[in-house]
C-alpha cells in the first residue's frame, strides 16, 4: 500500500494503496466525491499521510518514549529527553492515537528562530570542543569562523582499533558480546555505545543470557547519567549507553576518587592500566563522524591507556541506506565466510565515504533552511525591534494617531474610488469592518455623504472621544497603559499566525521547482506580500479594537458576602497608581485585580 523513503523520512501511497483508503474511507462514509484527493478531502489526506508516518517510520524506544502517560520525544544523537517538545503538524498526536494515550492539543508556535541565527545575534562568537575538526567546513560556511585543533596536554596513547565489519547483524552482535566478556573476565572497564534505547535494551538482554552483570544508560533513567559515567572506569564495570552520554564528565580509571579511599583507588587505577584502561565498544558506526569520535573520546583520558572498537554490519542503517551496493561484492572477492569479520582500510575508507555522504546531507538540509529562514529573519527584526521600541515608550498615543492617520488616508482613497464607481454598498462594509459598532447606523449613512475632509474630522474626532472616556475613568497614565498592551497583543497574535502561513507556505513551496521556478525566490517574494499584509492588518486591528473598547466599572462582591461592593467614593476621578491596593476591597494590588488586563 506504501512506499518508504528512509533517507528523507517521507512515506508514499502507492495507487494499490489510494484504492485501498478510498474503499475504506467511503465505506466508513466520510469520503467526498469518491475521490481521495479531492480538494474537500485535503485534511484526510494529511491525517492519513501522518499516521503512516507515525506507525512506520517512528519508533518507540528510537524516536520517543512513553513515559508517566506522556509521548516524550528523544533527541537522536545524545539519545536524551527533549522535555516539553511536541512534534509538529498533527504528528505527535498521530503517535498519541498509536500508542493509545491522550491525544493532547497542538503546540502553537509563538515565536521561532534557527539556531544558526540565534548565535549570529552575539557580538562573539566562538567555542572549545573535542570534535569540531570534521564540522571545520560547516563552521567557516554559515558563521566565517576557523577551528584549530589544540594538541593533546599529554600523549596520547589510546589505541583505536580497525573496525571489524560483518555480513549481518547476529553475526556482528555475537562477537560484540564475546569481546565484552573477554574483558569482564580480565576486569577491564568496558563502555558500549549504541544508537537508541530499543537497541541498549537488546544488548542488555544478550549479556543477561551471558551472565554478565552490568548498567543500562539510557532515556528512561538519564537522571543518574553523571554519577554512572563517572563511574564507567572501575574494575569490571560495563556500562550500555545510547551515543554520547557523560558530556563533561570525567571518567577516571579506578572510579571517583570521593566515592571510595584514595590507596584503593590508586591501586586499582594500576591495575587498570595494565590491562589497557577503558575499552569503548561502538555497536554500530553513527551517521556522524563527531559522534563517533566523541565515542571515542571517552577512553584515553590525560595519556591514559585506552582502547577504542566499532563493529559494523551491511544490516545496520548506515550500511543498509547509505553504503554504496559495490560493499557486499566487495566482501565477497576479500572471501568472507559466515561468521567472519573483515578489518581492511578499503571497508574503513568505504564507511567514511558512507558518513560524510549522510553529513553533507544534513548540511545541505541546514543551509538551506537557513536560506529560507534568512526571508524570516529580516521581518523577525523589524518586527521584535518595533516590539521593543513600544515597551520601552511612555507615549503609545503617538503610535496609534499615526496608525489612525495612515489607515484615514487609506480609507479616503477608497472612499473616493467607490465614489466614482458610484459603489456605496461595498464602501459601507468595509468602513464597518474597520469602524465596528463606534458608529451607530444613522451616523455611517450621515459619514459616507460627508466630503473627504469632514470624513476624517468625524473619524478622528470619534477616536479623540473614545480615548477621552478612558482617561475619565482609568487617568491618563492607566489610559496610556491600556493602549501599549493591546498593541502588544495585537502584534504577538498576528505575528503568531504570519510564521504559521509562511511554516505551512514553506512545506508546499518545492512545488514550485516542478514549474521550473527557483522556490527561494518563489518564497522570497510571497512572504514579502503577506508581511506587507501582516502590518497593514495590524494597524487596522489595533485601530478597530480602540475604537470599540469600553471600560466597564463592575461592582465586585466580597468573599462570604452577597451584598455589592460599591466603590469608595474618594476613588471616584482619581488616577490608580498600578502598586496601590485595589478600589474593590480585594486586598490586591491593582494591577493584579481590577488593573489586569
Known amino acids: 500500500d506504501f512506499e518508504i523513503d528512509e533517507k528523507d523520512k517521507n512515506i508514499y501511497l502507492t495507487n494499490e494503496g489510494i484504492s485501498n483508503v478510498e474503499k475504506i474511507f467511503a465505506s466508513?462514509?466520510?469520503?467526498?466525491?469518491?475521490?481521495?484527493?479531492?480538494?474537500q478531502n485535503l485534511s484526510l489526506v494529511h491525517h492519513v499521510n501522518q499516521a503512516l508516518r507515525a506507525n512506520y517510520l517512528y519508533q518507540k524506544g528510537r524516536d520517543y518514549i512513553v513515559?508517566?502517560?506522556?509521548?516524550?520525544?528523544?533527541?537522536?544523537?545524545?539519545g536524551r529527553i527533549l522535555e516539553g517538545r511536541r512534534y509538529g503538524d498533527g504528528l505527535h498526536q498521530a503517535l498519541e492515537a498509536k500508542e493509545r494515550i491522550e491525544v493532547q492539543n497542538e503546540n502553537q508556535t509563538l515565536a521561532s528562530i534557527t539556531y544558526q541565527n540565534y548565535f549570529k545575534l552575539y557580538e562573539k562568537l566562538s567555542g572549545c570542543t573535542g570534535t569540531a575538526s570534521t564540522e571545520a567546513e560547516e563552521f567557516h560556511e554559515i558563521y566565517n569562523l576557523n577551528v584549530t585543533t589544540i594538541p593533546t596536554n599529554?600523549?596520547?596513547?589510546?589505541?583505536?582499533w580497525n573496525d571489524q565489519i560483518f555480513r549481518t547483524e547476529d553475526e556482528k552482535n555475537s562477537s560484540i558480546i564475546k569481546k565484552i566478556s573477554d574483558c569482564y573476565e580480565k576486569g577491564q572497564p568496558v563502555l558500549v555505545?549504541?544508537?537508541?534505547?530499543?537497541?541498549?535494551?537488546?544488548?542488555?538482554?544478550?549479556?543477561?543470557?551471558?551472565?554478565?552483570?552490568?548498567?543500562?544508560?539510557?532515556?528512561?533513567?538519564?537522571e543518574k547519567e553523571a554519577e554512572i559515567i563517572a563511574n564507567a572506569g572501575k574494575l569490571k564495570s560495563i556500562i550500555i549507553t545510547t551515543s554520547i552520554s557523560g558530556r563533561g564528565v570525567d571518567i577516571q580509571l579506578g572510579g571517583k576518587k570521593e566515592k571510595l579511599k584514595n590507596e584503593k583507588v590508586d591501586s586499582e587505577k594500576k591495575k587498570i592500566k595494565s590491562l589497557g584502561g577503558l575499552f569503548v565498544i561502538g555497536t554500530e558506526r553513527m551517521e556522524s563522524r563527531r559522534v563517533d569520535n566523541q565515542a571515542r573520546g571517552r577512553a584515553g583520558r590525560q595519556g591514559d591507556e585506552g582502547n577504542s572498537i566499532f563493529y559494523v554490519s551491511l544490516e545496520d542503517d548506515l550500511m543498509r541506506i547509505f553504503g554504496s551496493e559495490s560493499m557486499n561484492k566487495m566482501l565477497e572477492k576479500l572471501g568472507l565466510k559466515d561468521g567472519e569479520s573483515i578489518d581492511h582500510p578499503w571497508i574503513n575508507k568505504a564507511l567514511e565515504r558512507a558518513q560524510q555522504k549522510v553529513e553533507a546531507r544534513n548540511f545541505d538540509v541546514r543551509k538551506t533552511l537557513l536560506k529560507f529562514d534568512n526571508v524570516l529573519n529580516d521581518q523577525r527584526q523589524v518586527?521584535?525591534?518595533?516590539?521593543?521600541?513600544?515597551?520601552k515608550s511612555n507615549n503609545a498615543a503617538e503610535y496609534s494617531e499615526n496608525f489612525l492617520e495612515e489607515l484615514i488616508i487609506e480609507i479616503s482613497n477608497k472612499k473616493r474610488s467607490y465614489s466614482e464607481l458610484k459603489n456605496n454598498k461595498d464602501f459601507e462594509v468595509q468602513l464597518k469592518s474597520l469602524l465596528g459598532k463606534s458608529f451607530d447606523e444613522s451616523e455611517y449613512v450621515e459619514l459616507i455623504k460627508k466630503d473627504e475632509n469632514n470624513f476624517k474630522i468625524a473619524i478622528e474626532e470619534k477616536f479623540l472621544d473614545k480615548r477621552q472616556e478612558r482617561k475619565k475613568i482609568l487617568g491618563e497614565e492607566q489610559s496610556n497603559e491600556v493602549e501599549k498592551r493591546i498593541l502588544l497583543q495585537t502584534i504577538d497574535a498576528n505575528w503568531k499566525l504570519h510564521i504559521q502561513y509562511l511554516e505551512q507556505l514553506r512545506q508546499v513551496i518545492g512545488l514550485r521547482s516542478y514549474g521550473q521556478r527557483d522556490p527561494l525566490i518563489e518564497y522570497k517574494k510571497e512572504a514579502f506580500a503577506l508581511f506587507e499584509n501582516l502590518l497593514n492588518k495590524l494597524k487596522s486591528d489595533f485601530i478597530t479594537i480602540l475604537l470599540n473598547l469600553n471600560i466597564i466599572e463592575k461592582p465586585i462582591e466580597k468573599k462570604n458576602d452577597n451584598k455589592k461592593l460599591e466603590i469608595d467614593p474618594k476613588y471616584h476621578g482619581k488616577k490608580m497608581s498600578r502598586n496601590e491596593p485595589c478600589f474593590c476591597g480585594s486586598n490586591k494590588k491593582y494591577k493584579h485585580c481590577c488593573g489586569r488586563l
Open 28 to 39: 466508513a462514509g466520510i469520503l467526498k466525491n469518491n475521490n481521495f484527493y479531492d480538494p
Open 67 to 78: 513515559k508517566d502517560g506522556l509521548l516524550k520525544i528523544i533527541d537522536e544523537l545524545t
Open 383 to 391: 518586527i521584535f525591534n518595533q516590539r521593543k521600541n513600544i515597551i
Open 154 to 160: 599529554k600523549k596520547m596513547i589510546r589505541k583505536d
Open 193 to 222: 555505545f549504541t544508537s537508541s534505547i530499543n537497541k541498549s535494551e537488546r544488548y542488555s538482554l544478550l549479556l543477561d543470557k551471558a551472565k554478565i552483570s552490568h548498567t543500562v544508560l539510557n532515556a528512561k533513567n538519564h
